[in-house]
């Protein structure tokens, strides 16, 4: 699985760039599996975001840090789409998946959670990374990871060209691509 190779490949990718892992703010957790991976790679301060209740808590009954929140333009309230593929589920309505349920959860623009000690950045939203995206200051971030879809698979989800626009508008410039698994 493509991630799971940029997973492993991260520390070399990093000190190509001579970015010292100091803090990793992770936007849709889900299981954390990237946890060791960071704790590895030397990063200090680790944080998971994770608006999917059942996922928050497993998080913190592991011990690891997590705010259950979805990250959106604006503090307030969303609907979480759960499906039946449970990496799936997002604020955003899926085109392709089957739903299992909803639950309402809190949403808080990326600027409350990202401080200058996160200075990696990586984004897993489920078609919500333009609103990610939209709701921070990147200026003291020196690498974004955005896991994106060629197409549309939210109603008004984010696209690769979409995110890649916004990330060069912050001066970022893409340095891999992995095709997503279900393309």
């Given amino acids: 699985?493509?991630?799971?190779?940029?997973?492993?490949?991260?520390?070399?990718?990093?000190?190509?760039?001579?970015?010292?892992?100091?803090?990793?703010?992770?936007?849709?957790?889900?299981?954390?599996?990237?946890?060791?991976?960071?704790?590895?790679?030397?990063?200090?301060?680790?944080?998971?975001?994770?608006?999917?209740?059942?996922?928050?808590?497993?998080?913190?009954?592991?011990?690891?840090?997590?705010?259950?929140?979805?990250?959106?333009?604006?503090?307030?309230?969303?609907?979480?789409?759960?499906?039946?593929?449970?990496?799936?589920?997002?604020?955003?309505?899926?085109?392709?998946?089957?739903?299992?349920?909803e639950v309402d959860v809190e949403t808080v623009p990326l600027k409350s959670v990202l401080t200058p000690q996160y200075n990696v950045v990586v984004i897993d939203a489920q078609g919500s990374e333009l609103q990610v995206l939209s709701s921070g200051d990147f200026s003291f971030v020196e690498m974004v990871i955005v896991e994106v879809n060629e197409r549309e698979v939210y109603e008004g989800g984010a696209t690769k060209k979409r995110v890649l626009d916004r990330l060069h508008h912050f001066g970022f410039t893409p340095i891999l691509y992995y095709p997503h698994a279900s393309e």
């Fill in 1 to 101: 699985f493509p991630v799971t190779i940029l997973f492993r490949e991260l520390g070399g990718i990093l000190a190509g760039r001579g970015i010292v892992p100091r803090g990793v703010l992770h936007v849709g957790g889900h299981l954390g599996q990237e946890y060791d991976t960071y704790k590895e790679l030397g990063f200090q301060d680790i944080l998971f975001i994770e608006p999917n209740p059942v996922y928050a808590n497993y998080l913190k009954d592991r011990g690891i840090a997590v705010k259950e929140v979805a990250i959106a333009e604006t503090d307030g309230k969303a609907t979480l789409y759960r499906t039946t593929y449970a990496q799936a589920s997002s604020i955003l309505h899926p085109l392709y998946h089957e739903l299992s349920d």
